[in-house]
Nanobody
């Protein structure tokens, strides 16, 4: 099982980045898919997520700190997930992790991609 994030880097405040997450090696559930981040000295926090209910309806959720600036998207056919990050701020700096779950709910994490926003 492999989750591979890409797209991180060093950007100036106000600029944008697009993160990608490629999943392979297993059959993944689409019930819950998410991006988390961990800033230096802080706990990992949920940034954005997809939740699919039993009827197939999908909803998105965002941390208050990124609402209106970040957009999560996905391509189920390609097992890809994305995070478009606009109007980046210095407080968005951290390691961003892709999170998926297996068919029995087992969690999978990527290695993370570093995002550094300079002010």
């Amino acid at each position: 099982v492999q989750l591979e994030e890409s797209g991180g880097g060093l950007v100036q405040a106000g600029n944008s980045l697009r993160l990608s997450c490629a999943a392979s090696g297993s059959t993944f559930s689409n019930r819950f898919m998410a991006w988390y981040r961990q800033a230096p000295g802080k706990q990992r926090e949920l940034v954005a997520s997809f939740t699919t209910d039993v009827s197939g309806g999908t909803s998105t959720s965002y941390a208050d700190s990124v609402k209106g600036r970040f957009t999560i998207s996905k391509d189920n056919a390609r097992n890809m997930m994305y995070l478009q990050m606009n109007s980046l701020k210095s407080e968005d700096t951290g390691v961003y992790y892709c999170h998926r779950r297996g068919l029995w709910g087992q969690p999978y994490w990527g290695q993370g991609t570093q995002v550094t926003v300079s002010s």
